[in-house]
């Protein structure tokens, strides 16, 4: 049996407020065509199918044409909500949708009943493991004590072996969501939890022959049986350059048979773009990024006057605009540091200058500032 193990579609994702539903139609439309290419039984998406737990009606009707896109290519398609989905939402009419090939595997309670898929080799069974939020999960799983992703997790583990037991000779795979230990994050992932508190170990999904993985964003091998396929597009510009890829799996009569990468296009890739504003307009070498998603990082000195509109003339995916010039501001220090041993009148001095594009504090607005100062330092004081 081959699967294709993707995750963390996030339709109705932003970036810098541009809308991306038109790259993430056609990225995930193209599955289809893997599908048919490489001969697909089944694709698995590990959670995150949705941005948001309340989707737009644009982003369902993506989510709508993508997965009829895949069925009709002849895979079934397995999928289960993330952190950032509604888990009771993604598993409306659930029931139904299963009779067409789409199994949405959305409920704690049913975490141990998978997907029973066959081929010349026997059963596969596919389980689906929700995101399980501790704090609610521990009392659905019968486990009070469990306050940890770890914990519960620990169970919903326990229970799919339970399962897998009762059904000698089946192999298994389990899709999961959340941050194992050894993987690598990257900045577009929202913690499922503060601190790397929950950090799941990777011997929690021992006993089945292949974990599909979701949450972060890079793809990347955990172990050869443990692995993340990451986003399909980048959704910040930390990840400008990065592959974006799905994993094909091969499973045989005993097992895990083989994995490996396919790559995924680009529809428009993520550029930063360093340097004056003069320089990033009239510089010719960036004529093959006028297209991209462009993040420009300005180092004037002055910052300049409306250049958002300016950059947007020549690059019309221009979200992203930072100013790294001017007193302190680019020369690698953080604002903690650059604030050391300064007067409460140097940083106030510097921020009017700031936000006037340069033009310095005059005597008579040094002396309001003076006066201000003092007057909140009394009332410091009398409190």
Request: proline share 5%.
């Amino acid at each position: 049996m081959r699967l294709l193990h993707t995750s963390d579609w996030h339709i109705g994702r932003t970036l810098h407020g541009a809308d991306l539903l038109r790259e993430q139609e056609a990225v995930l439309s193209g599955l289809a065509d893997v599908v048919v290419a490489e001969s697909v039984d089944v694709v698995v998406v590990a959670g995150d199918v949705y941005d948001r737990a309340v989707p737009s009606a644009d982003a369902t009707g993506v989510l709508d044409r993508v997965v009829g896109r895949l069925l009709r290519a002849g895979a079934a398609v397995v999928l289960t909500p993330g952190n950032h989905d509604s888990a009771r939402r993604l598993g409306t009419f659930s029931g139904l949708l299963s009779a067409a090939g789409l199994h949405v595997r959305a409920t704690t309670a049913g975490l141990d009943e998978p997907v029973l898929l066959r081929d010349e080799h026997g059963e596969v069974a596919v389980y689906g493991l929700p995101y399980l939020e501790p704090e609610l999960a521990r009392h659905e799983l019968g486990v009070p004590g469990a306050r940890s992703h770890e914990a519960v997790l620990t169970e919903a583990m326990e229970r799919v072996r339970r399962d897998l037991f009762l059904r000698p000779g089946a192999r298994s795979v389990v899709l999961a969501h959340a941050f194992v230990g050894g993987g690598v994050p990257s900045d577009s992932e929202r913690d499922i939890c503060v601190g790397g508190v929950d950090l799941v170990p990777a011997p929690v999904f021992d006993g089945v022959d292949y974990v599909a993985l979701g949450h972060l964003h890079r793809p990347q091998t955990i172990t050869p049986r443990l692995r993340y396929s990451g986003s399909p597009l980048a959704y910040s510009f930390g990840e400008a350059g990065q592959g974006k890829q799905v994993w094909l799996v091969d499973l045989d009569a005993t097992g895990l048979a083989g994995v490996c990468a396919l790559a995924l296009p680009t529809p428009r890739p993520l550029t930063v773009l360093t340097g004056t504003l003069d320089e990033l307009l009239a510089d010719p070498a960036h004529a093959p990024v006028e297209d991209h998603f462009v993040s420009a990082r300005l180092t004037d000195d002055v910052r300049p006057s409306d250049p958002m509109r300016q950059l947007q003339a020549r690059f019309p995916h221009c979200v992203h605009l930072e100013w790294t010039g001017g007193a302190g501001g680019g020369d690698g220090r953080s604002y903690q540091e650059r604030l050391r041993g300064r007067s409460d009148l140097e940083v106030a001095g510097e921020f009017v200058t700031h936000v006037r594009d340069g033009v310095g504090v005059s005597d008579a607005e040094r002396e309001l500032l003076v006066r201000a100062l003092g007057a909140a330092a009394r009332e410091e004081l009398a409190r």
